[in-house]
């Protein structure tokens, strides 16, 4: 036996990106360990110390797949990766030459195949389709795209040095999100404050200063109550706003439509508590507050997401220390915003985009508007910070995929993506993928959207591949990853995949770089080292940040100021201030239903093979309060129905008094991998959120088309029992449940 050898590696099940230490002996992987570093040693998380069992499972796909029968027959043959790629390749041209570029689209995972490189933007770009689509869309990528509007980057908390920390409807728990979980410990142990909004008594809550219990969906509302407060009270940096914002005039009108009694009334939070919250976040010598995917998710996303940004900016917190913090990109390693080509995609392309037109808030169109201010003080036109930019609307996509209009999409490509069960409106995604001529699943298991495929490529792990992590471009920090073990039998990377599809399609001199080595390399030109050098030197490197860089260049908005009123919008026709619209209601579905409160074992529809994570937790869980419960003669452990209008699904009753009253909690991402082949879907139709969600012009976010997530109306309905499909459940009945905060 050769000698146990430690490699450190960021592991990519999540987006936050911890590099973890891996023990490897004889190709093996032993375990996974916290590294000193007390940001992730701290606590560490279920689902990177499981991540190895995971992979070992025999579940776990090592052969391309080619379907053989009807599609979702789960008939296959196993065939070679030629085969796969050169019927693919010729495929795809028969696709292309038939409808266009742009009848090809892709949904990509927001972090695990980040290791594409820029890849499969890149490839798009030089083909000529804009409809590129990801988790993203609602997670992250798109609250940097409205950043852009507002504020011309999107800064990163400086959490390490903050007084105060603001997690509006972001709960991060030890298994979720944990080194944010960590240093907002380690903030409150140095005697920072924590305001937490959230309509559960969440683990955060409990160790909050001010809990500010808000009906779910009324972020932007209370977020225009802040900014009244703040106003009002003359609590602004007034020197900063004079020098460094336009459209204050505008803004303070707007908020005269939002007297604290409405707010209040809205929000059913107390306008004392309002005010004291308001106060806090004004005066504090430095402030952060977070992204959360809550204000992504709701039908007044953009207006919360700007009311964030314009509390940052007029509050005197924006690129101070322990504030936030507007890195740019870091100049020491080749960006995947230059790598993804976006220019070579030409106007009458980027015009063509699905959502262009209705929901452009994070396409191309808004892309093209702030292009050459991004280019000014930034340097390049094309920042797509967090991978949120020049995508696609997800809803307009599948209606082309699956009515064709407002022309056909006929080939799609899903990568290291559940996209069945990842946006809203699962059973309009289940058409337009039945609608497909050509779809390619890339995947580490079989999943009810890759059971839809014509071809399931196996996918390698971060344990199995080199990496240097930069943050999607978001913060300056390089972190190397070092591949730990080879990956099995014929499982391959995304990035292997697009370079070797761009040489079938006579791309190849745009896309030489032959192995993911050789794109670190030339990643790391700029800083004049190879990729072996730099991991054999650095476990991280952080950029030297100048503050208050902005004094210099200005902020990389049209006026070159922080945009309260956000010349963008109005440009393209919207709004260009913040405000707040009340989500679509019905007596009918008299609750108020969010999604959310993410699961310690699970990372959004994955890891449902894992027996162990299984025994944790073994069925969807709805939350109800026990008041509401007894009204509706429920006791725990029930099974139910909620139904949206929409659709429905059914879950197991836990009573939670953390809940506010009049809401329920359903979980995402739930199917039964045991079930593949035995039920359509695997479960996801009878379980999975998507099903509720509505995707018409009520339910989507105006500027950004985004589903509400969070804050829509449902109704409850008691089943006599569990649905006949969880007698053949697995691990249900020898678990041991954890109760998640
Ligand atoms: N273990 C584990 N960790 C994960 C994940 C996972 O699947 N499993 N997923 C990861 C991903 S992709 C993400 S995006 C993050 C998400 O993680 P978080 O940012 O923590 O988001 P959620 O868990 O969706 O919900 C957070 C809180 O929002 C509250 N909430 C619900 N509706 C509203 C509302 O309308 N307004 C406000 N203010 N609060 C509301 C909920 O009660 C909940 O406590 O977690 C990451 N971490
Ligand atoms: N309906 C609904 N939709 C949502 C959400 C929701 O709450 N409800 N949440 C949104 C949010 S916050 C997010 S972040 C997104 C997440 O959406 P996704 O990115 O789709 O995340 P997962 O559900 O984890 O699916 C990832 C899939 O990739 C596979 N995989 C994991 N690692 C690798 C790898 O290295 N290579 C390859 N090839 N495959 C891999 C896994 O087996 C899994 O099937 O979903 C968004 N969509
Ligand atoms: S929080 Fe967990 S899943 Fe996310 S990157 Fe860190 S170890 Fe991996
Ligand atoms: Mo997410």
């Known amino acids: ?113 980040s290791v594409e490189m820029g890849m499969g933007r890149r490839f798009m770009n030089l083909l000529g389709s804009p409809n590129w689509i990801s988790g993203v869309a609602m997670c992250m990528g798109n609250t940097a795209a409205v950043n852009k509007l507002t504020l011309g980057w999107f800064p990163w908390p400086d959490l390490l040095n903050t007084e105060l920390v603001v997690l509006g409807g972001h709960n991060p728990r030890k298994h979720s999100w944990t080194p944010i979980y960590n240093l907002v410990r380690q903030a409150q142990a140095k005697g920072g404050k924590l305001i937490v909004l959230d ?80 106060r806090m976040y004004a005066g504090a010598r430095s402030a952060c507050m977070p992204w959360s995917p809550t204000t992504d998710q709701q039908v007044s996303s953009t207006s919360a997401i700007r009311c964030q940004s314009i509390l940052k900016a007029i509050c005197g917190h924006l690129d101070v220390p322990g504030g936030e913090l507007m890195y740019g990109f870091n100049a020491e390693y080749l960006t995947e915003s230059k790598l993804e080509l976006h220019e070579a995609l030409s106007p009458e392309q980027r015009g063509k985009q699905l959502g262009y037109d209705e929901y452009p808030a994070f396409t191309h169109r808004t892309g093209e508007l702030l292009a050459p201010h991004t280019e000014r003080v930034y340097g390049h036109a094309y920042a797509n910070l967090v991978m949120g930019s020049y995508m696609a609307n997800p809803s307009s996509l599948f209606k082309a995929m699956a009515d064709g209009d407002p022309y056909p999409v006929k080939a799609f490509f899903t990568l290291g993506n559940n996209t069945l069960m990842s946006y809203a409106n699962q059973p309009r995604i289940r058409e337009g993928l039945m609608n497909q001529d050509l779809i390619v699943a890339h995947e580490l298991f079989m999943t009810p959207t890759a059971e839809l495929a014509d071809y399931v490529l196996p996918g390698d792990t971060w344990l199995e591949r080199p990496n240097i992590h930069d ?71 952080i950029a030297k940040h100048q503050y208050r860089s902005y004094r210099r260049t200005g902020f990389g908005t049209p006026s070159g100021k922080i945009e309260l009123s956000s010349s963008v919008l109005e440009e393209i026709g919207f709004d260009p201030l913040p405000y707040y619209r009340e989500p679509h209601r019905d007596p009918a579905f ?144 020898d678990a041991t449940p954890v109760l998640f905060t």
């Open 1 to 113: 036996m050769s000698p146990v050898e430690v490699k450190k590696a960021v592991c990519t099940v999540c987006d936050i990106a911890c590099q973890l230490e891996v023990h490897v002996q004889d190709g093996e992987v032993l375990k996974v360990a916290p590294p000193s570093n007390p940001v992730v040693a701290d606590n560490f998380c279920f689902k990177g110390i499981t991540a190895p069992k995971l992979y070992a499972l025999p579940e776990r796909l090592k052969t391309p797949l080619r379907r053989v029968g009807e599609r979702g027959s789960g008939e296959w043959e196993e065939v070679t990766w030629d085969e796969a790629m050169s019927d693919i390749a010729a495929r795809l041209k028969r696709v292309v030459d038939e409808h266009g570029p742009e009848a090809f689209a892709v949904s990509t995972s927001n972090w695990n195949t």
């Open 199 to 278: 309509p559960r008594v969440s683990g955060q809550a409990e160790k909050a200063d001010i809990h500010l219990q808000l009906r779910a969906g009324t972020d932007a509302a209370m977020y225009l109550g802040w900014l009244r407060v703040i106003v009002d009270e003359q609590l602004y940096d007034e020197d900063f706003v004079r020098d460094w914002t336009v459209g204050f005039d505008a803004l303070r009108e707007r908020l005269a439509e939002y007297p604290l009694e409405r707010v209040a009334e809205i929000t059913g939070v107390e306008i004392a508590k309002i005010q004291t919250a308001a």
């Open 471 to 541: 943050s999607f471009g978001w913060r300056s920090w390089l972190i190397s990853s070092e591949q730990a073990v080879q990956p099995p039998e014929n499982c391959r990377s995304v990035f292997a995949f697009w370079v070797d599809l761009a040489e079938r399609m006579g791309l190849g001199e745009q896309m030489p770089w032959k192995t993911l080595e050789a794109m670190l390399d030339h990643r790391m030109q700029p800083m004049g080292m190879s990729y072996q050098e730099f991991i054999d030197t650095y476990d991280m490197r």
């Open 590 to 733: 008299p609750y108020n239903v969010f999604i959310g409160v993410r699961e310690d074992p699970y990372f959004q529809t994955g890891q449902r093979q894992l027996p162990s994570a299984r025994k944790m937790s073994p069925l969807p869980k709805i939350f109800v309060h026990p008041d509401d419960a007894t009204d509706e003669g429920l006791v725990a452990g029930d099974w139910v129905n909620v139904s949206s209008g929409h659709g429905s699904v059914s879950g197991v009753v836990e009573l939670r008094p953390d809940m506010l009253r009049g809401h329920l909690r359903v979980p995402h991402g739930w199917w039964f991998p045991e079930l593949i082949g035995k039920l359509d879907g695997a479960g996801a139709d009878q379980h999975n959120d998507g099903m509720l969600i509505d995707d018409t012009a009520d339910h989507l976010d105006r500027e950004q088309g985004v589903p509400q997530f969070k804050g829509f109306a449902g109704a409850l309905h008691r089943l006599d029992g569990p649905p006949p499909h969880i007698a053949d459940v697995l691990h249900q009945k």
